[in-house]
């Protein structure tokens, strides 16, 4: 499975991005996928997942209420909207796959994209 994450950019404190998450290869529907986030200096955190059928996602508490996981797996996608956007949001975000239906620890994800810069101002 290979992962593309895009949809990053500026935005200002209290506005939105959709970060889309786009999948080639067999078998994409199978795999639970996650979005995970980087800052400068800090490890890779968990953000939100989502099951391989869509019907159960869970999130991190600091970003429960604003952000939102979805996916089409007929369109081989995964989105992450994000409002209500705070400083602290800023980081690199990445999409990963997983085989374990339970995954929230980036050494639990087998395949990762190349991560999108997601910047919000104050």
């Known amino acids: 499975v290979q992962l593309q994450a895009s949809g990053g950019g500026l935005v200002q404190a209290g506005g939105s991005l959709r970060l889309s998450c786009a999948a080639s290869g067999r078998a994409f529907s199978m795999y639970r996928v996650g979005w995970f986030r980087q800052a400068p200096g800090k490890e890779r955190g968990f953000v939100a997942a989502?099951?391989?059928?869509?019907?159960?996602?869970v999130y991190a508490d600091s970003v429960r209420g604003r952000f939102t996981i979805s996916r089409d797996n007929a369109k081989n996608t995964v989105w992450l909207q994000m409002n209500s956007l705070k400083p602290e949001d800023t980081a690199v975000y990445y999409c990963a796959a997983s085989s374990s239906p339970f995954a929230t620890l980036p050494a639990q994800y087998d395949y990762w994209g190349q991560g999108t810069q997601v910047t919000v101002s104050s």
């Open positions: 989502i099951s391989w059928s869509g019907t159960s996602a």
